[in-house]
């Protein structure tokens, strides 16, 4: 256990550090009473609990397939038990899952406390750039003669709240992964770095709402309710389940509520971050799985824009600083001594 512990000290730090950062904001902006680490402790069992099953299922499933041993249940068991239910694979995954909610606990807390700390104003200028980046047209106008009917829209959507099912999947994956502890370390210390610099640090400077509450916020002529109009349109015909979320998400900001989820920002899309990210570590695991995790990031860039949630520029700068972010893990992980035998 010590030497997992040591393997995982600079993700430990990170997440000391943010957690010392936590109190000090909450008690910077007198909310000492919105500190809370158990937002996701009842997601998690039942995410964790829906992919066992999965594995329990497919994993027989691949070895009748691929390995087909003579013995599919003499060769499960002897798989299982020296490859699976290892000290190093079950100390260094349990670790991840029992920091990780509190994690992503209190930044779920500080998002919806940045209208608090910095309250939003960036989203005229945001959108004017966004508008001059893309030839003076705002870029969802340019996705709708392409995306602009009911069912396209619906199956963008779909992949948009599949999101989550891919993020804790490949949390698990990488939680319990041992073939390749460099990579695996250097994905869980940018995903940290993207959900605390980009989704809590530069998403407060940078305090944004994004298209759909455009007109709330500024009380300017809404240029995006044209795309919002269409996305209820289209909901009539085919699911549409962001708008949904959209007034969910606006409702719990009125009320000041903090529940799994919630809280409103734009600048930068974690999204897209996620989404990259998941596209960089699928390259180095295997080519298939990274064109597919790549199609995956381009199909979340287009919904952010085309579900009224970001502007486009919120996903590249999102994209781009997630590579930096990803490149700086590397080398941090390949400087580390103590990944020289793994």
Same mark, same amino acid.
């Given at each position: 256990?010590? +030497? =997992?512990?040591?393997?995982? $000290?600079?993700?430990?730090?990170?997440?000391?550090?943010?957690?010392?950062?936590?109190?000090?904001?909450?008690?910077?902006?007198?909310?000492?009473?919105?500190?809370?680490?158990?937002? #996701?402790?009842?997601?998690?069992?039942?995410?964790?609990?829906?992919?066992?099953?999965?594995?329990?299922?497919?994993?027989?499933?691949?070895?009748? /397939?691929?390995? $087909? !041993?003579?013995?599919?249940? $003499? #060769? /499960?068991?002897?798989?299982?038990?020296?490859?699976?239910?290892?000290?190093?694979?079950?100390?260094?995954?349990?670790?991840?899952?029992?920091?990780?909610?509190?994690?992503?606990?209190?930044?779920?807390?500080?998002?919806?406390?940045?209208?608090?700390?910095?309250?939003?104003?960036?989203? !005229?200028?945001?959108?004017?750039?966004?508008?001059?980046?893309?030839?003076?047209?705002?870029?969802?106008?340019?996705?709708?003669?392409?995306?602009?009917?009911?069912?396209?829209?619906?199956?963008?959507?779909?992949? *948009?709240?599949?999101?989550?099912? =891919?993020?804790?999947?490949?949390?698990?994956?990488?939680?319990?992964?041992?073939?390749?502890?460099?990579?695996?370390?250097?994905?869980?210390?940018?995903?940290?770095?993207?959900?605390?610099?980009?989704?809590?640090?530069?998403?407060?400077?940078?305090?944004?709402?994004? !298209?759909? #509450?455009?007109? $709330?916020?500024?009380? /300017?002529?809404?240029?995006?309710?044209?795309?919002?109009?269409?996305?209820?349109?289209?909901?009539?015909?085919?699911?549409?389940?962001?708008?949904?979320?959209?007034?969910?998400?606006? +409702?719990?900001?009125?009320?000041?509520?903090?529940?799994?989820?919630?809280?409103?920002?734009?600048?930068?899309?974690?999204?897209?971050?996620?989404?990259?990210?998941?596209?960089?570590?699928?390259?180095?695991?295997? +080519?298939?799985?990274? =064109?597919?995790?790549?199609?995956?990031?381009?199909?979340?860039?287009?919904?952010?824009?085309?579900?009224?949630?970001? *502007?486009?520029?919120?996903?590249?700068?999102?994209?781009?600083?997630? *590579?930096?972010?990803?490149?700086?893990?590397?080398?941090?992980?390949?400087?580390? !001594?103590?990944?020289?035998?793994?």
């Amino acid at each position: 256990m010590a +030497r =997992v512990l040591w393997l995982h $000290r600079w993700l430990l730090a990170i997440m000391f550090i943010y957690f010392a950062a936590g109190f000090a904001v909450l008690e910077y902006v007198d909310r000492p009473e919105k500190m809370s680490f158990s937002l #996701y402790s009842a997601m998690t069992p039942k995410m964790t609990g829906i992919f066992a099953v999965a594995f329990v299922i497919l994993y027989p499933l691949c070895v009748m /397939l691929f390995v $087909r !041993p003579a013995n599919l249940l $003499r #060769y /499960l068991a002897a798989d299982i038990w020296t490859n699976w239910l290892t000290l190093e694979r079950l100390a260094g995954g349990c670790l991840i899952l029992l920091l990780l909610p509190r994690f992503m606990s209190l930044f779920t807390v500080f998002k919806t406390l940045i209208p608090v700390i910095n309250p939003y104003t960036w989203d !005229p200028l945001l959108a004017e750039w966004d508008r001059l980046l893309h030839g003076g047209i705002d870029p969802w106008q340019s996705l709708q003669p392409i995306l602009g009917t009911p069912w396209i829209s619906s199956g963008i959507n779909f992949f *948009y709240h599949l999101w989550i099912f =891919v993020l804790y999947g490949i949390l698990l994956w990488q939680a319990f992964s041992v073939r390749d502890p460099r990579l695996r370390m250097q994905f869980l210390l940018t995903f940290v770095l993207v959900w605390s610099l980009l989704g809590g640090l530069m998403a407060t400077l940078l305090s944004s709402v994004g !298209p759909v #509450y455009f007109g $709330r916020v500024t009380g /300017l002529e809404d240029p995006f309710q044209p795309l919002v109009d269409y996305l209820q349109a289209a909901n009539e015909v085919a699911p549409i389940w962001a708008l949904q979320v959209h007034d969910w998400l606006w +409702r719990s900001h009125i009320l000041g509520e903090y529940n799994f989820g919630t809280g409103i920002s734009a600048m930068p899309s974690i999204h897209v971050a996620a989404a990259v990210l998941f596209a960089l570590l699928g390259w180095c695991a295997n +080519r298939l799985l990274g =064109v597919a995790l790549t199609l995956f990031a381009v199909v979340i860039m287009i919904g952010s824009v085309h579900l009224a949630w970001h *502007y486009a520029l919120d996903g590249y700068v999102a994209a781009v600083l997630t *590579y930096g972010l990803w490149r700086a893990a590397g080398w941090l992980v390949a400087q580390d !001594p103590a990944f020289d035998s793994g």
